[in-house]
């Protein structure tokens, strides 16, 4: 099935210009001008732009946690991600402590097969030993699997304590992977958690006051420290505080490897939601880390602006009211999570480029070139060449849209971003060539995604390691 795209504007991350864009078996065949094709269907782009698809690098589809499944799943979750432009999504395999995580990627594998769009994994280390070693080993090498996540909180669960983080951080820089963290001190949050609730402090309100904005910071600069340390670049999902973006920019500024990545919810809602005097409302805003005061939204746009922050996700993980009044009782066991992966690239096109903080080849940057770069997916994905993937999108900068729960794709019955109106909306989302959303209908069928491969980036580690052993401590001279 061909496909052809005229007279758009096409927007890279780093060229702007028009052109008709020719799709053939999954890929870009050809770009240039006055194409035409006997048996394509033909979409008009004029006065549209046409951009790489969106890449969000951190959901959880169907994801099993805090005694309950995440509701949008795999077929779902990766519809409202089409809907929103978004062509491939990196979710993450969380294996159970003791579980192999061979067993747990394979379930996720499964899992995601009625996937409309293109999905990928990263692996959390959420226990350790011998074996674990050598499965990340078995990761890389035969699943191309290139990163591996770290939960710096939820103790008594998945976290990862520093011994584990110094032992995979090791492995990862040894494979050629890449580590990630969330970062937020698990001891820290354990500790505020037991001490509102023996206050009596049970609702929303106090999940803030049991993360604050230290938590996320202490934890940034250990996880930085420790792959400093050990000479392993480092990737910060869901950079949420001021401190955070500022140990980024200064280990940046000091010659080290650290990526960090922000959430569209992050950027623009902040925690007055958990003042609602409505519970329900307030419920669906938990997730960790929390909405922030904010000052610290205006220090996320800087980093964002100033290349401290690089890529932009969501952490789609949707939860829905009945699952919510689960911790009615008790804010500790409200599932954490909040939806978005259908609006991120609006709610970034909105905030962003239309009010004025970044182009739209940043906006590329940011929702797609990027993350493809550093989970080595480039030019493959995030990019419009002649022999790359034909994931893209035909953005439509002139229509109007209320963001509403009343009309997402998502299963879920609210949204972070309800109410907000935006400029600027996908119009038709490409996904391996064929089209998957147009004008509001989905036209993918679930099990259209495909699995994506992500190799080690071989050079990339080669002039790491060099950088560590020019740093190793030199024979003494007599
Ligand atoms: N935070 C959430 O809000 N949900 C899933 C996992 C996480 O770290
Ligand atoms: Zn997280
Ligand atoms: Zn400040
Ligand atoms: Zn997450």
Not at 40 to 46: G, R
Not at 60 to 74: E, I, N, R, W, Y
């Amino acid at each position: 099935m061909n496909v052809l795209l005229k007279g758009g504007t096409v927007v890279t991350h780093e060229e702007t210009y028009v052109a008709d864009i020719l799709c053939t078996d999954g890929v870009i065949a050809e770009i240039g001008d006055n194409l035409s094709a006997a048996d394509a269907e033909v979409i008009d782009a004029t006065g549209k732009m046409i951009m790489p698809g969106g890449i969000d690098p951190h959901t959880h589809m169907q994801l099993p946690f805090m005694g309950t499944v995440a509701k949008d799943d795999f077929a779902t979750g990766t519809a409202a991600a089409l809907a929103g432009g978004t062509t491939t999504i990196i979710d993450f395999v969380i294996p159970s402590p003791q579980q192999s995580l061979l067993e747990a990627y394979q379930q996720w594998r499964d899992w995601a097969e009625k996937a409309h769009s293109n999905y990928t994994f990263h692996v959390a280390i959420t226990w350790w030993d011998d074996s674990v070693a050598s499965e990340m080993e078995t990761l890389v090498e035969k699943h191309g699997v290139n990163s591996f996540k770290h939960f710096m909180a939820y103790k008594n669960a998945i976290m990862a304590t520093d011994d584990i983080l110094v032992a995979s951080f090791t492995k990862c820089l040894e494979l050629g992977a890449i580590p990630t963290v969330h970062a937020e001190n698990g001891e820290l949050v354990y500790h505020l958690q037991n001490k509102l609730l023996e206050q009596g402090v049970t609702g929303p309100e106090a999940h803030p006051l049991s993360r604050p904005s230290s938590v996320e910071g202490e934890a940034a600069n250990r996880a930085i420290s420790i792959a400093k340390t050990l000479g392993a670049p480092i990737y910060l999902v869901h950079v949420s505080t001021e401190e955070a973006t500022d140990a980024i920019r200064y280990a940046k500024d000091h010659g080290h490897t650290v990526f960090g990545e922000v959430l569209a919810g992050h950027l623009v809602v902040d925690d007055s939601v958990y003042q609602d005097t409505d519970w329900g409302k307030a419920a669906a805003h938990v997730m960790s880390p929390p909405f922030r005061p904010k000052h610290h939204q205006d220090a996320l746009w800087k980093g964002v602006q100033g290349g401290a922050l690089q890529t932009t996700a969501t952490d789609h993980c949707a939860f829905c009211a009945a699952q919510k009044a689960m911790g009615q009782d008790d804010f500790t066991k409200i599932p954490n999570g909040t939806a978005g992966v259908e609006e991120r690239m609006m709610v970034l096109w909105e905030k962003g480029v239309n009010d004025g903080k970044i182009t739209p080849n940043e906006f590329v940057a940011l929702t797609s070139t990027n993350t493809a770069k550093i989970f080595n997916m480039y030019p493959q994905k995030g990019c419009i060449r002649v022999g790359a993937d034909a994931d893209l999108v035909v953005w439509d900068p002139n229509q109007s849209r209320t963001l509403s729960a009343a009309t997402h794709k998502s299963a879920i019955e609210h949204s972070i971003f309800e109410g907000m109106e935006v400029q600027g909306v996908p119009e038709t989302t490409l996904c391996n060539g064929k089209v998957a959303y147009h004008k509001g209908e989905i036209r993918s069928q679930s099990g259209d995604g495909r699995y994506i491969d992500r190799p080690t980036y071989a050079p990339f580690y080669e002039s790491l390691r060099k950088r560590k052993e020019l740093n190793q401590p030199r024979a003494v001279i007599r």
